[in-house]
């Protein structure tokens, strides 16, 4: 009997050791941006935190940082951004800016 408790506590453990792992990895994973304009999926508002070429890392008002792709396609409305702006941006499913103001 009680090597089959030791066995099943040895399972449950190792289960939620594997499950830690896959969801680590799955954090560090990078989304794969859309790089052409769509749907809109839903409004971004938040600071610019960076800019990295055509990649806008957005901070939104949750503390949620959000990579956002911005293409010659976006619209800029009231200017373009730069580190520290305020922006309020219509993004796709796959984090095209359609519009940045």
Not at 48 to 59: A, C, H, L, R
């Amino acid at each position: 009997m009680k090597v089959a408790q030791i066995a099943a506590a040895s399972a449950m453990i190792a289960a939620f050791g594997f499950s830690s792992v896959a969801l680590a990895s799955e954090k560090d994973k990078k989304p794969k941006l859309d790089t052409k304009p769509g749907p809109a999926h839903r409004m971004l508002e938040g600071k610019v935190k960076q800019i990295d070429g055509d990649v806008y890392t957005v901070e939104d008002y949750e503390g949620n940082e959000v990579q956002v792709y911005v293409s010659k396609e976006t619209k800029h409305l009231r200017g373009t951004k730069k580190t520290g702006d305020s922006i309020r941006a219509e993004i796709t499913a796959g984090h095209h800016a359609n519009s940045l103001q």
